[in-house]
Structures are given as structure tokens and as C-alpha cells.
């Protein structure tokens, strides 16, 4: 952070806002303003007052916040979240028939990931219920956050720089430095958290290095520059 | 008289044949001549071609729907014969007279939320004429599977449902059959269908009707949650019901009777009437239950016939599909 370098951070979560995630992660000794904190939420929310729309929200009840003074009434797009054990068939029914009941079905889907892993077991992620309601109201869902390219696009814009002076660091191959790589910049992937060994073989994304975890990463670009 | 009337009209009879049998794939497509390869747009004069074109397409779908004989009538119930627990005006005395003409008739359904008995019951309570035996559905059709692959299901169906599985073993399953179940459906049961997935056991879906309408309005089918699992675990379920080919073949094996002798009446476009077309039969949309204005122009071919309710299709197979007294098998 000392380096000169520019440094923002880029999430999926979707389940606290920025400010919670942030404070998680102060206590744990980080040192990081929410004002560098990219989430699909915020992303999502300048596109909804960009495009004047009124969202029907299922989202977890933790994200609720990053809504706040967003008007709901008359919903006229769907938006869906890592909404977890909020996941239930009453509630996606009621996405589905705001979707259905649409002439132009809108749907936003903050994140598409397959599943993730938790203390007790893998988890089905967001990207599983868009493709639910994408088949049911057949519709495409919007993706907001990884790997957007507008998500980056909008990092981009915030750090003043073009793709080619910026690199990535995540442990998501396909979404962090996959979709990082197709924007032109450069992916790190780190040997932690979602990580497989497989990941090293993979049919379609070669990471520009592989190496252990974020400290790892860190030496190796300040070294290279 | 060397060139009498009955000459010419044989000839006629003969030359029309011709142009009937003339077959789409090996021969018209071949040579040029094929449904889609007419030239001309739109305002164009339409060439010789073109109207040739015309002529012979005409005569083959007139000629193929008087040659077929029909045998076998498959009617869907949830949306066509009867929406929850209303019957479509008129459709019991059609049925009754449909009866009268000598075709056989099958119900068969994807409804996954009740047995077959409850299903039956159902219909004799709106006064319906059929028997148990005359259903068909996509529970039957997931159960045979079952069998064959000899697995041991979670079973993700209502309980009104679960009776057309007794006698499968269901503990340490290894298999998952997911049918319509709002009850069960939450966040916890499909992680639980999930990883077993994950772990190799095969997703048997009865069948992924995006959506049906219930009285309250439209609700989720089968369908959508399918397709996140597939997503999910990166495999494809196996699909037992409509519109899979297989079903309507399944349905009509014990009528001895082949899909080119069969006509489908149903609400779904898809489902119903593409499936059973897509499987060799004809298809007859009808406008009440789930359908929606201009679900005709979403399948191709479109239906052989969209018409109001079931008494209309009805009226238009004793008119029009049966008494082609010519050609028996």
C-alpha cells in the first residue's frame, strides 16, 4: 500500500455491505477505506438510478442497507444476491412473476458463481438461482461484479489507469483473473481459498503466475516493477 | 373414347400422390426444393418456383393429414381438460363423444404434485369417463427409470406424489429426482440434492416446465430449479417427461400404435404440442390454462391446429382426422 501504487479492492460478497465487510476486515488488522471497496451492490445501485428503475430485491437481509433510499414500490426489474437461506420457492416465485409480468423482462444478477465453500459444506451461490430465473422467465440475466467487464471497467475509471497498468490478485480463476485477463489486464492467482490444483490446468484461463497467497504476490510485483 | 373422364380423374388422384410422397429431406432438399430454400422476398412477384413450391407443399400437408389413420388421442389434463378443480366447459361431453368414434385415448400429464390415483379421482368427481389405467405420467415414467438403473432417489416430490414410488429403497440415496415440491423446496434441500450430485449421483428431472398456473397465478416448475442444479454440479439431468421424445413414445407403446397414428391435445405449447410433434405425432394447442396469446408462433413447425378449448379440438378430430377409410395399416 506504501508502494505508490494504486490499490483497490474488488468483491463478490454479497451477503454484509461494504461498511460491515470493511470492518471485518480492519479487525483483522487491515488497513482499508470503504471508498476502495468495489462491490456489485454499489455497481448495481448507480445502474439502477442511471436507467430510472425500481427494483424487486431478493437479496440477504445483510445487503438490505446498500438499498436504502432506493425507491421499491411498482418493482420493474429483478435483482438477486447471494441471498442465501432466503432462497426459498415463495420468494423466487415473487421474482418470477415480477419477471413474468414484465413486456421486457429485467433481470440483474449481482455475481454468477457456481457455489462456495463454508464451514459446513459447499453452498449454491447466486449464479445458480439466476440461471433458475433466467430459464423460468426466459430472459438473460445482467451480470453486476465479476467478471463484468464493466465492473472492472468502472475500478478502472475510479483508479485513473488503462487495463494495461493494472493487475488483478483472487483466488476465483475464472472470475477474478479470467475476467480480469479479458479486460487486458494482467491475473494473479493466489493458492488460497477457492483454489484447486486443477485450477492449474485449466481448459481455457492461464493465469499470468501462480503463486501462494497475497503476501507472495505482493513481493512478486514489487519486485518486477 | 381413348381419354375418358375416370382417366383423367385417375390421373389427377395419381399425379396429386406423386406430389405427396415427394419426401422433404431426401429429395426436395436435395435438389433445391426444399420448404425453405424458395427464393423471392417479400413483395416479390412470386416466380414459377416459388408458386410450384407452393403447390407441392400444399398438396403434401393436405394429403399426409387425410392418409394418416388416426388411432390414438393423447389428452393432457391440468390446463386442458380441467384447470384445478373446475372443468373446462364442455370438455366432459366432448371426451364422451370422442369415445363413441374408434380411436383409443390416454391421459397423460406431467403434473408431478399427485398420484395417479388422486389424479383419477379427481377427473371422475368432475364427471369424466376414464379409467385409472388410462393415465399416463411423468411419475410412471421417472419410476421406470428408477428401476432400470436400479438407484436408491431422494426424492424431491410432494408427498401426494411419493405414493407412485412405494417400494424403492430411499435411504443413503444416490440418485436425485427432483418433480414439483414448493413444500420442500428451500435453501437446505437442494444443498442436500446438491452435493449428492456432486458426488456423482445422477439428476433425474420428471420433467422442467418453466412454470403452471395455479389459482393464485403463475408458479415455478420444476424447470427452473433443474437448471440451476445442472449449472450447480456442471451435468445434465435426465428428463423424463414432456416434451421428451421418449415419453410420448412410452405413452403410446402399449396402444401399439406409432406416433404417425397419434394426435396430442394440450395448454402448452412446448411441452404438449412440440413434444408430441417433435415425436412424429400431430399437435393441437388449445387457449385455456397456462396458454398465453401467441404461443402458436413460439414452436416450429407451429401446431397443426390452435383452437379455443378441448370440445373445439375434439370437433376438429371427428370432422377432420378420422374416416380415411383408404389406407389401413
Known amino acids: 500500500m506504501d508502494s505508490g501504487l494504486t490499490v483497490r479492492f474488488c468483491t463478490n460478497e454479497t451477503q454484509n455491505t461494504r461498511e460491515q465487510f470493511v470492518q471485518k476486515l480492519r479487525v483483522m488488522g487491515f488497513d482499508i477505506s470503504v471508498s476502495h471497496v468495489f462491490a456489485p451492490a454499489p455497481a448495481l445501485v448507480r445502474i439502477i438510478r442511471e436507467r430510472h428503475l425500481r427494483p424487486h430485491l431478493l437479496v440477504h437481509d445483510g445487503l438490505m442497507a446498500e438499498f436504502e433510499g432506493v425507491d421499491t414500490s411498482s418493482p420493474n426489474c429483478v435483482v438477486i444476491g447471494d441471498a442465501a437461506d432466503k432462497f426459498s420457492y415463495q420468494n423466487l416465485n415473487e421474482a418470477f412473476r415480477v419477471l413474468i409480468g414484465q413486456e421486457k423482462p429485467l433481470l440483474f444478477s449481482l455475481g454468477r458463481g457456481r457455489y462456495y465453500k463454508e464451514t459446513d459444506g459447499l453452498k449454491l451461490d447466486v449464479g445458480v438461482f439466476m440461471k433458475a430465473l433466467e430459464y423460468a422467465g426466459d430472459v438473460q440475466a445482467e451480470v453486476v461484479g465479476k467478471p463484468s467487464a464493466d465492473f472492472f471497467g468502472t475500478v478502472l475509471k475510479d483508479m485513473s489507469l488503462q487495463p494495461h497498468e493494472v493487475v488483478m490478485i483472487g483466488d476465483d480463476l475464472v472470475n477474478d483473473v479470467g475476467g480480469a485477463q479479458s479486460c487486458g489486464m494482467k491475473g494473479i492467482q493466489v493458492r488460497t481459498g477457492k483454489y484447486r490444483p486443477s485450477d492449474e490446468q485449466h481448459a481455457s484461463v492461464r493465469a499470468d503466475a501462480y503463486v501462494d497467497d497475497l503476501a507472495a504476490a505482493s513481493h512478486a510485483i514489487l519486485t518486477v516493477r | ?329
Open chain 2, 1 to 329: 373414347m381413348a381419354f375418358t373422364l375416370y382417366a383423367l380423374i385417375q390421373t389427377a388422384i395419381l399425379f396429386t400422390n406423386a406430389i405427396a410422397v415427394l419426401h422433404e429431406e431426401r429429395f426436395l432438399s436435395k435438389i433445391g426444393w426444399g420448404a425453405e430454400q424458395s427464393i423471392g422476398g417479400f413483395g416479390d412477384e412470386p416466380g414459377i418456383k416459388a408458386q410450384l413450391l407452393n403447390l407441392i407443399r400444399s398438396v403434401r400437408t393436405v394429403m399426409r393429414v387425410a392418409l394418416r389413420s388416426l388411432k390414438a388421442v393423447l389428452v393432457d389434463l391440468s390446463g386442458t381438460l380441467h384447470i384445478e378443480d373446475a372443468a373446462v366447459p364442455g370438455a366432459q361431453e366432448a371426451l364422451t363423444r370422442l369415445r363413441q368414434s374408434p380411436v383409443a385415448v390416454k391421459f397423460v400429464t406431467n403434473t408431478t404434485k399427485e398420484c395417479k390415483r388422486t389424479l383419477f379421482e379427481r377427473l371422475r368427481r368432475l364427471n369424466f369417463d376414464l379409467q385409472e389405467r388410462e393415465i399416463f405420467t411423468s411419475l410412471t415414467a421417472a419410476r421406470n427409470l428408477l428401476e432400470q438403473r436400479a438407484v436408491r432417489p431422494l426424492l424431491l416430490v410432494e408427498d401426494s406424489a411419493r405414493e407412485d414410488f412405494t417400494g424403492l429403497e430411499t435411504s443413503d440415496p444416490n440418485a436425485v429426482v427432483i418433480g414439483l415440491a414448493p413444500d420442500h423446496f428451500n435453501y437446505q434441500t437442494l444443498n442436500k440434492a446438491f452435493r449428492l450430485i456432486l458426488d456423482g449421483a445422477p439428476l433425474i428431472a420428471i420433467h422442467k416446465a418453466r412454470y403452471y398456473k395455479r389459482k393464485d397465478g403463475l408458479a415455478l416448475g420444476p424447470g427452473p430449479f433443474v437448471t440451476g442444479l445442472e449449472y450447480a454440479t456442471d451435468t445434465q439431468a435426465t428428463v423424463v417427461g414432456k416434451p421428451e421424445k421418449a415419453f410420448f413414445l412410452e405413452a403410446l407403446r402399449d396402444l401399439n400404435c406409432s406416433p404417425e397414428e397419434a394426435v396430442m391435445i394440450g395448454d402448452d405449447a412446448r411441452d404438449d404440442v412440440g413434444g408430441a410433434q417433435n415425436a412424429g405425432m400431430l399437435g393441437i394447442l388449445v387457449k385455456t390454462g397456462k396458454y398465453r396469446p401467441g404461443d402458436e408462433g413460439k414452436i416450429n413447425p407451429p401446431p397443426h391446429l390452435t383452437c379455443d378449448s378441448f370440445p373445439d379440438a375434439v370437433n376438429h378430430i371427428l370432422e377432420h382426422l378420422l374416416g380415411s377409410k383408404q389406407s389401413e395399416n
